[in-house]
């Protein structure tokens, strides 16, 4: 009887065992994988709406501008907004601006444009803030801000707000809080997320930016040294879960400069 009862050996067991726990590992690395495959879709989706915003807010500034160009100069609301984005803009270069050899991901920690600190697009990055677009709205802008202030709150320059972007800690995104940015890019500044109800100001980009090209102009006649357009290149820069290398999304917009209808009447 003993010997028709007898238990598994060692062996068995330890195979038994062996059989368990690749079948376990190979279950969880299929989860993980799904996971991180999930999430990485997530983020591109998000990115992607973080960029189609960034491309309507300079749309729509674009195209106030246009609309009110028969008004005087003092009436146009949009004017000085359109003239910061264009004179951020980096010149002289190819009328094919597809083309820019510096624009390049390079590393998501670098200065998000060029791994050379000098760069000119290191200067001329800026985002916009996709909540407020409206330089005369009483309820953002204290009646005695300049036109100048008004401007700089909307369209945020990376040459005076360097400590405003950063790298991505999740996916591409703008960061907005309920007061205006302090200054300083570190834990005691998050104060200003709490409170109040309506987030407007913009706290930080995170792997996300803006530069602006301007197409070259006629040598000579009436448009002469007036850029024919500007294409707004929208980068993207992030670590998808699992990845080690950078996940990139970008898009150009080109916009026809309204100039060469004034110079044209």
Known sequence: MRLVKRGDTLIEVIFAISIFSLVAILSIVAMNSSIN???ATLEVTMARNEIDAQAEAIRFIHNSYLS???????????RVLWKTLTDTSVGGLSNDSNQVPDLTY???NA???STNPGSLFNAKAFIMNTRMVNPNDPTFFPATATDTQRAHSIIIGYRNNSTMF???????????????FTGNNDNSDISVLGGGSEYRHVYRAEGIWVV???????????YA??????DFHIRTCWYAPGSNTPSTIGTIIRLYNPELVERAR
């Open 166 to 180: 950063s790298a991505s800690s999740l996916y591409p995104r703008v960061i907005f809080a309920a007061n205006s």
């Open 68 to 78: 009110e160009r028969e008004l005087v100069d003092n009436e146009q609301k949009y």
């Open 225 to 230: 040294g007036i850029p024919e357009f500007y």
């Open 111 to 113: 200065p998000y444009i």
């Open 37 to 39: 495959t999930a999430q």
């Open 212 to 222: 602006s090209i301007a197409g070259t102009s006629r040598p000579s006649g009436v």
């Open 106 to 108: 390079t590393d998501c």
